[in-house]
């Protein structure tokens, strides 16, 4: 081998594990400037530019190595990780397990692959087959590692998905006590108690895997959105004051001049057409940024306004809504049935 390579594939990989994936990629290319056909050098590359977040620069040199070696485990357990599409990812990750079945990690990665969806969370639909698949490869690898935490995570996100939140607690536990340091496994218990409507469990955990990795924006991000999210649910606990002012007329004004004009039999259809519509498309955007949001995130506030308003074109489910209204405001078929505790003006 040229000792000019191997120079300099050992510096990339000493400066990998010091965690400088800008440097390690700089040395993997003039590593592999040496050495073209080194594909154990061109899947640390796609290692160290996974790690930058250039994923087609990645996926692209691994389909090089695999053009090279198609039978080569390390290459196609790395396409699993970062295919583009589940059904790539699930290609590549089966012809890896038919190669090397023994192998702790390739059963670990088929369950992330199973739990694996292309479509953005809130489209998401529990798809029950997948997380039993998912669960299976997590036990298989288990029985090769019992203390493969990752797999751990992986059996309790399956039955967490097939709500068998109680099953899942002794795998989060395990995988907790595997991995304490780890803030994966703090997110995971937050999730669990969440499922157990163990909403201040579940901030402490997010808390603890924040204090781990303090500058993990997406764990900033959970945070925040779940302390809002208690508090807004808090504040729907509580009546609402009566606040009879202009500004409350005015609304109500512009509200029965538009929507209210419309039959209540004709607004539920309209708005579940808008939602099909809206989802249908999201389905086929990319995850585009408007600031510091997502456009899929200003789209989700939409669509929880519309399923908040879903209720109120109900007539039954509206009437304890409805009897804050001013009776002037409400429609007329209510107004002949009459709102009880509720004095006429």
């Given at each position: 081998m040229n000792p000019e390579f191997e120079r300099h594939l050992a510096l990339a990989r000493h400066l990998f594990d010091a965690r400088h994936p800008e440097d390690a990629a700089r040395e993997c290319e003039t590593a592999l400037r040496l050495e073209p056909d080194a594909n154990h050098a061109r899947l640390l590359l796609a290692r160290a530019l996974r790690q930058l977040g250039r994923l087609d620069e990645a996926r692209r040199e691994v389909k090089t190595a695999l053009e090279t070696d198609p039978d080569d485990v390390d290459a196609l357990y790395l396409f699993s990780m970062i295919a583009p599409r589940r059904a790539e990812a699930l290609a590549a990750i089966e012809a890896a397990l038919a190669l090397r079945p023994h192998l702790p990690a390739l059963h670990t990665q088929l369950a992330a692959v199973h739990l694996r969806s292309d479509l953005p969370w809130f489209l998401r639909v529990k798809q029950r087959p997948s997380a039993r698949r998912a669960e299976a490869a997590a036990r298989a690898a288990l029985k090769l590692n019992p203390r493969d935490a990752l797999a751990h995570r992986y059996v309790a996100l399956a039955l967490i998905s097939q709500n068998r939140v109680e099953e899942a607690r002794e795998h989060v536990m395990t995988s907790l006590a595997l991995h304490p340091e780890n803030p994966r496994s703090h997110v995971l218990l937050s999730l669990l108690r969440n499922n157990q409507n163990d909403a201040a469990g579940a901030e402490s955990a997010l808390r603890e895997a924040l204090r781990l990795d303090p500058d993990n924006r997406d764990l900033q991000r959970d945070l925040k959105i779940h302390v809002a999210g208690e508090q807004i649910f808090g504040w729907m606990g509580t009546p609402a004051p009566v606040v009879e002012d202009d500004a409350n007329d005015a609304a109500f004004k512009v509200f029965?001049?538009?929507?209210?004009?419309?039959?209540?039999?004709?607004?539920?259809?309209?708005?579940?057409?808008?939602?099909?519509?809206?989802?249908?498309?999201?389905?086929?955007?990319?995850?585009?940024?408007?600031?510091?949001?997502?456009?899929?995130?200003?789209?989700?506030?939409?669509?929880?306004?519309?399923?908040?308003?879903?209720?109120?074109?109900?007539?039954?489910?509206?009437?304890?809504?409805?009897?804050?209204v001013p009776s002037r405001f409400l429609p007329r078929d209510l107004k002949k049935r009459g709102k009880p505790d509720t004095p006429s003006p």
């Amino acid at each position: 081998m040229n000792p000019e390579f191997e120079r300099h594939l050992a510096l990339a990989r000493h400066l990998f594990d010091a965690r400088h994936p800008e440097d390690a990629a700089r040395e993997c290319e003039t590593a592999l400037r040496l050495e073209p056909d080194a594909n154990h050098a061109r899947l640390l590359l796609a290692r160290a530019l996974r790690q930058l977040g250039r994923l087609d620069e990645a996926r692209r040199e691994v389909k090089t190595a695999l053009e090279t070696d198609p039978d080569d485990v390390d290459a196609l357990y790395l396409f699993s990780m970062i295919a583009p599409r589940r059904a790539e990812a699930l290609a590549a990750i089966e012809a890896a397990l038919a190669l090397r079945p023994h192998l702790p990690a390739l059963h670990t990665q088929l369950a992330a692959v199973h739990l694996r969806s292309d479509l953005p969370w809130f489209l998401r639909v529990k798809q029950r087959p997948s997380a039993r698949r998912a669960e299976a490869a997590a036990r298989a690898a288990l029985k090769l590692n019992p203390r493969d935490a990752l797999a751990h995570r992986y059996v309790a996100l399956a039955l967490i998905s097939q709500n068998r939140v109680e099953e899942a607690r002794e795998h989060v536990m395990t995988s907790l006590a595997l991995h304490p340091e780890n803030p994966r496994s703090h997110v995971l218990l937050s999730l669990l108690r969440n499922n157990q409507n163990d909403a201040a469990g579940a901030e402490s955990a997010l808390r603890e895997a924040l204090r781990l990795d303090p500058d993990n924006r997406d764990l900033q991000r959970d945070l925040k959105i779940h302390v809002a999210g208690e508090q807004i649910f808090g504040w729907m606990g509580t009546p609402a004051p009566v606040v009879e002012d202009d500004a409350n007329d005015a609304a109500f004004k512009v509200f029965e001049a538009t929507w209210g004009k419309l039959p209540p039999l004709w607004r539920l259809p309209i708005l579940v057409a808008a939602q099909i519509a809206t989802m249908t498309a999201l389905a086929t955007l990319p995850w585009h940024r408007i600031g510091s949001v997502t456009l899929q995130t200003v789209a989700i506030l939409g669509l929880l306004l519309l399923f908040c308003y879903l209720p109120l074109n109900l007539n039954y489910a509206a009437r304890p809504y409805l009897a804050r209204v001013p009776s002037r405001f409400l429609p007329r078929d209510l107004k002949k049935r009459g709102k009880p505790d509720t004095p006429s003006p």
